[in-house]
Each structure stands twice: as C-alpha cells, then as structure tokens.
C-alpha cells in the first residue's frame, strides 16, 4: 500500500511499533528526519502526532481518507452569548439575518472528499521567506507555486487546509461551536496549541494563508474584522475551520503576496 493511502483510522490504530515504522518509512521516502513520534491531545480528543524535519522546515503527518469537511449552519445552536454578539453586529454592520444564514455566506458547504496523507508543514512560512536567487520579482500566486515546487512541496488546496485544521471535527470550531472570552489574537491556548495533527494552524485572524487556489486563502480575514472592531461574532468566525472570504484577494495581489502566508505541504508518495 502507498502511504499517500494511509487513513486517519490505521494511523491511529495502529501499535506504537507499528506507527514508529509507517512514520521512518515516510521519512525515508521523502528524505526527511523522523523527529518524534508521540501521543498527543487537543481539545478533549487524543491521538497520534510524527513529527519530521527536512530543509529547515517541521512537518507532521496528516494521514488521509475519505472525510467531512465544510459545515452545515442547520445544526449550529448559537449560546446567548453567541447571540447577543451576533445581533450587536446585525444592528450595527446590517449583518444579514437570521445567524444560520448569515454562517451560510460565510463557510464552505458540508461535504465529503478524498484526501490523501501528506506531510504538512507545522507553521505557515510567509512566501517571502521562499525567495531564491533566480526569483525575478514576480508577485502573484503563480511564483509562489513555482517557489514550493522547486523545493518538491506545494500549499495545500483548499479541503486539505480545511482537514489540516479541523482534523475531522465537524463543530464550528476546531475545539467545538464556541469561542472562548477575549479577542483571537494574542495568548489564546486554543489557536496557539497544536491541533489535533499537531499543526499550529488558524491561529492570527491577521495570516490567512495560500492554497493552491489563488482566489481561496484560509485561516483568517486579513484581520479586518478584528481591527475594524467588529465583535466577538465576526471577529471568532474567521477562525473557524470552514471560513471563506471571497474579497480577502483583492487586497493581497500584488502588493502582499511575499507577506502572505503559505503552508508547504510535502506529498507522501
């Protein structure tokens, strides 16, 4: 079997023998260093974690399988809190209503995919930090393709940044439907913590990120709703894990493309 067929399911069920074998195996394949190999938690939920390192850059594991992404607003059940947030913004941005609706324009459909396992960068490097000597000044999202490809990586295309996040859970959120007190930014255990693939991801509403689709950035609105002082609602669902923001391009090309973050995705053949 390829490992690029390795589902979540065998990942996890697998013996620690067994696991430290798929995850040297990988490593080999791929010339990467095996760092670790460890049980790891997040948000109620224990697992699995690899850890990798290949030209500077930390990766884990994230097996694949046919999974669920996107979320159906229908079932979310908004707290009073979520409530009294989210009528604060309808009366003072003409946010639509009902909130079901509103959560409708903003996430992706629920669905289910095929993904593969792949390695998957542990934080987003901003793509200026992939620059090389024959870059010739080109900034748009055609130049960070070929600067990952010439390292043998890519971003990861839009489910798989959804799946990277949420890892299979099918809440709002990566840790569930509610947002803690405060703003998402700053110290905040939940963003800043390693997801349940162990990856430091969705974490600063400021950093959405690149995939493989130029109009399709994820994790984050640019930090509009935060800085514009738009409310815990609008300011918490930017992070949730099916979150789109279709005018986000707009203000990265061509101007922030090299700020902008990218996640590398190493493919698992």
């Given at each position: 079997?390829?490992?690029?067929?390795?589902?979540?399911?065998?990942?996890?069920?697998?013996?620690?023998?067994?696991?430290?074998?798929?995850?040297?195996?990988?490593?080999?394949?791929?010339?990467?260093?095996?760092?670790?190999?460890?049980?790891?938690?997040?948000?109620?939920?224990?697992?699995?974690?690899?850890?990798?390192?290949?030209?500077?850059?930390?990766?884990?594991?994230?097996?694949?399988?046919?999974?669920?992404?996107?979320?159906?607003?229908?079932?979310?059940?908004?707290?009073?809190?979520?409530?009294?947030?989210?009528?604060?913004?309808?009366?003072?941005?003409?946010?639509?209503?009902?909130?079901?609706?509103?959560?409708?324009?903003?996430?992706?459909?629920?669905?289910?995919?095929?993904?593969?396992?792949?390695l998957v960068a542990v934080r987003s490097v901003d793509a200026d930090s992939l620059l090389t000597a024959e870059h010739d000044g080109t900034d748009d999202h055609?130049?960070?393709?070929?600067?990952?490809?010439?390292?043998?990586?890519?971003?990861?295309?839009?489910?798989?940044?959804?799946?990277?996040?949420?890892?299979?859970?099918?809440?709002?959120?990566?840790?569930?439907?509610?947002?803690?007190?405060?703003?998402?930014?700053?110290?905040?255990?939940?963003?800043?913590?390693?997801?349940?693939?162990?990856?430091?991801?969705?974490?600063?509403?400021?950093?959405?990120?690149?995939?493989?689709?130029?109009?399709?950035?994820?994790?984050?609105?640019?930090?509009?709703?935060?800085?514009?002082?738009?409310?815990?609602?609008?300011?918490?669902?930017?992070?949730?894990?099916?979150?789109?923001?279709?005018?986000?391009?707009?203000?990265?090309y061509p101007y922030l493309v090299g700020e902008t973050p990218v996640r590398p995705v190493?493919?698992?053949?």
């Open positions: 079997m390829s490992h690029a067929d390795l589902t979540v399911d065998e990942w996890l069920t697998l013996s620690d023998a067994g696991a430290l074998g798929v995850a040297a195996a990988i490593a080999h394949d791929v010339g990467a260093a095996l760092l670790s190999v460890n049980t790891h938690a997040y948000a109620g939920r224990s697992g699995r974690v690899a850890l990798f390192e290949r030209d500077g850059i930390r990766y884990a594991l994230v097996p694949g399988g046919t999974v669920e992404l996107g979320f159906d607003p229908a079932r979310f059940v908004p707290t009073s809190r979520q409530r009294q947030d989210f009528a604060e913004a309808v009366a003072e941005y003409s946010v639509p209503e009902p909130i079901h609706h509103f959560l409708a324009g903003q996430l992706s459909p629920a669905r289910r995919v095929a993904l593969p396992a792949r055609e130049s960070v393709m070929a600067r990952l490809e010439w390292r043998g990586l890519r971003p990861p295309t839009p489910d798989e940044w959804e799946y990277d996040c949420g890892a299979g859970a099918t809440t709002l959120f990566r840790w569930g439907d509610e947002y803690p007190e405060g703003e998402p930014y700053g110290d905040v255990p939940l963003i800043q913590n390693p997801n349940f693939f162990g990856l430091v991801i969705g974490d600063d509403p400021y950093r959405a990120e690149f995939t493989t689709d130029p109009a399709v950035l994820c994790g984050g609105d640019g930090g509009g709703a935060l800085c514009g002082g738009y409310g815990g609602f609008l300011s918490w669902i930017t992070l949730a894990t099916a979150y789109r923001d279709p005018v986000l391009v707009e203000a990265i190493l493919p698992v053949p």
